[in-house]
């Protein structure tokens, strides 16, 4: 990854945990100033503790719910206030829900997946435009393979990472020259996400025994090495990063 990040600005949401955190660990080794977005205050305090260790010589966290439209305006606001500039915007905040449609008790469990997946990546990047402009910046955006591959119990996480590629695809030829956009679609990656809060082997299970079984046969990916292969992408300038063992994996499903 051979982008020189000294004095540059980097927004990255989902930043507490996982590959968010991870990302902010690879930006602050280059010298990127972070500004890292969360809800857990606490999680966030011991992500830039260590982000600065790690040789960002500015990191302020932010509490704030992507989901909401004004906290998004607010921590775009306090970027610029605090810094003056922006580079990079990493939307990476996202949640996950599995439960096969017919067996949710209420369909109005899956709004907030597409609320924070979704809307989560747009507002920030409504409210990020003008300034990533000024600065020929980047757009950084985690989907996931499932909007390509779409498999069962996940049909409304997959469908608001789906959305993602169309709305950036669009997006991409709106702001181009002036700003680049890298779009990831990752495979299993363990985090908090993967670890049994969602696809754990036990959650599926209860949806169905046999996907369940199939999921723990995929290849699992650490969030440190995926959030240096989606940096060495941003590096590369390249449109979208999916590595093709994922792809198998999820094709066997
Ligand atoms: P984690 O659960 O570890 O990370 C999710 C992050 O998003 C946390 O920092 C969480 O922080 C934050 N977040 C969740 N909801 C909100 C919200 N409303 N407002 C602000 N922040 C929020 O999982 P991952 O690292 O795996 O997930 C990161 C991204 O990667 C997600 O978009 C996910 O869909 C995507 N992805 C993950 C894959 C995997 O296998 N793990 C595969 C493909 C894509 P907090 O709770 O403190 O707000």
Not at 35 to 46: D, Y
Not at 88 to 93: F, G, I, K
Not at 128 to 138: D, E, F, N, S, V
Request: hydrophobic share 40%; charged share 20%; with cysteine.
């Amino acid at each position: 990854w051979n982008e020189n990040m000294e004095g540059k600005v980097v927004i990255v949401t989902g930043a507490s945990s996982g590959i968010g955190e991870q990302l902010s660990y690879e930006y602050a080794k280059k010298g990127a100033r972070l500004v890292i977005v969360a809800r857990r205050e606490e999680r966030l305090q011991q992500v830039a503790e260590t982000a600065r260790g790690l040789g960002s010589p500015d990191v302020v966290p932010i509490c704030a719910d992507v989901s909401n439209v004004n906290d998004c305006k607010r921590f775009v606001d306090e970027t610029i206030n605090h810094f003056g500039r922006l580079d990079h915007l990493v939307n990476n905040a996202g949640i996950n829900s599995i439960c096969s449609v017919e067996d949710a008790d209420d369909i109005k469990k899956f709004v907030p997946v597409m609320d924070v997946n979704f809307w989560g990546c747009v507002y920030p990047t409504y409210y990020a435009i003008p300034y990533l402009k000024k600065t020929r910046g980047k757009i950084i955006v985690n989907s996931s393979v499932t909007a390509i591959l779409h498999p069962p119990t996940l049909a409304i996480y997959s469908a608001s990472k789906a959305a993602l590629l169309s709305f950036y695809e669009a997006l991409r030829v709106e702001l181009a020259p002036a700003i680049t956009i890298t779009i990831a679609t990752p495979g299993l990656i363990e985090t908090e996400i993967t670890q049994g809060k969602h696809l754990s082997k036990e959650g599926v299970i209860q949806v169905d025994g046999q996907l369940a079984d199939e999921i723990v046969k995929l290849p699992v990916m650490s969030s440190q090495a995926c959030a240096k292969a989606v940096l060495d992408a941003v590096g590369r300038g390249e449109r979208n990063v999916t590595e093709p063992k994922w792809y198998k994996a999820f094709v066997l499903l």
